[in-house]
Antibody, heavy 119, light 110 residues
Framework: EVQLLESGGGLVQPGGSLRLSCAASGFTFSSTGMSWVRQAPGKGLEWVSLFSRDGSSTYYADSVEGRFTISRDNSKNTLYLQMNSLRVEDTAVYYC????????????WGQGTLVTVSS | QTVVTQEPSFSVAPGGTVTLTCGLS?????????PSWYQQTPGQAPRTLIYSTKTRSSGVPDRFSGSILGNRAALTITGAQADDESDYYCMLYMGSGNWVFGGGTKLAVL
C-alpha cells in the first residue's frame, strides 16, 4: 500500500525557516516524481514544487521560487521542502503528492502538515 | 498569467447528473494539458478521481467520467450520491514543469 506521511510543520515567524519531510513507502520512490502542493486556510489547492522522477530537474511555482528548495533522499525514501524567508501568505497545509508516470498528474496524496507563519 | 477557471458552486439532486467544467482565461483546454480532477472533503486530503482527461484512478466508481467538452475539460457525475458532496478541483499541466489548479467547485447534493 502506498503511504505518504508529512511532518515538520509548525508555527514560525515571518522571515523564518522550516523544513518539511514526506516519508514514502509502498512504491519505488527513487524512480517516481514527487511534488508539494499547498492549501491556504479556506482556499484552493496550489502546486508548489516538483522533483522529477529521473532526479535531474526541480521546478517551482513563481510564488516560492528562490525561497523554497525541494530535495529528496532516496536512501531514506524521503522528500523534503526547505522553506526560507517565510511570509504570512505561506500559511497553509502542505501536502506531498506522488506523480503517476506519464500522466502529468498525482495518484496519491499524504495527509498534510500545517505551516503557520505569524508573529 | 493564465488562470484556470471552474464554477464556484454547483448543486445536483440525489440521483441526478452534473457536469463540472475547467477552462482557461485565455485559450482552450485540450488533452495536451493532461487535465486531472481531484475530490476533497473538508479536513481531508485530496483524492485523485480522473487523470489524462478521462482515465479513472484506481477504485473510483464509473459514475465519475472525464472528457473534453468544447474548449473545456469536464467532470461528469452520473447518479449523484450524498457522499459526492465535496470540493472538486481540476489541474492542468501548463508545460515546463508547471501545474495550475482551478479555484475549485463546491458541489452540493440536495
Amino acid at each position: 500500500e502506498v503511504q505518504l506521511l508529512e511532518s515538520g510543520g509548525g508555527l514560525v515567524q515571518p522571515g523564518g525557516s522550516l523544513r518539511l519531510s514526506c516519508a514514502a513507502s509502498g512504491f519505488t520512490f527513487s524512480s517516481t516524481g514527487m511534488s508539494w502542493v499547498r492549501q491556504a486556510p479556506g482556499k484552493g489547492l496550489e502546486w508548489v514544487s516538483l522533483f522529477s522522477r529521473d532526479g535531474s530537474s526541480t521546478y517551482y511555482a513563481d510564488s516560492v521560487e528562490g525561497r523554497f528548495t525541494i530535495s529528496r533522499d532516496n536512501s531514506k525514501n524521503t522528500l523534503y521542502l526547505q522553506m526560507n524567508s517565510l511570509r504570512v501568505e505561506d500559511t497553509a497545509v502542505y501536502y506531498c503528492a506522488k506523480h503517476l508516470v506519464g500522466t502529468k498528474s498525482f495518484d496519491c496524496w499524504g495527509q498534510g502538515t500545517l505551516v503557520t507563519v505569524s508573529s | 498569467q493564465t488562470v484556470v477557471t471552474q464554477e464556484p458552486s454547483f448543486s445536483v439532486a440525489p440521483g441526478g447528473t452534473v457536469t463540472l467544467t475547467c477552462g482557461l482565461s485565455s485559450g482552450s483546454v485540450s488533452t495536451s494539458y493532461y487535465p486531472s480532477w481531484y475530490q476533497q472533503t473538508p479536513g481531508q486530503a485530496p483524492r485523485t478521481l480522473i487523470y489524462s482527461t478521462k482515465t479513472r484512478s484506481s477504485g473510483v466508481p464509473d459514475r465519475f467520467s472525464g472528457s473534453i467538452l468544447g474548449n473545456r475539460a469536464a467532470l461528469t457525475i452520473t447518479g449523484a450520491q450524498a457522499d459526492d458532496e465535496s470540493d472538486y478541483y481540476c489541474m492542468l499541466y501548463m508545460g515546463s514543469g508547471n501545474w495550475v489548479f482551478g479555484g475549485g467547485t463546491k458541489l452540493a447534493v440536495l
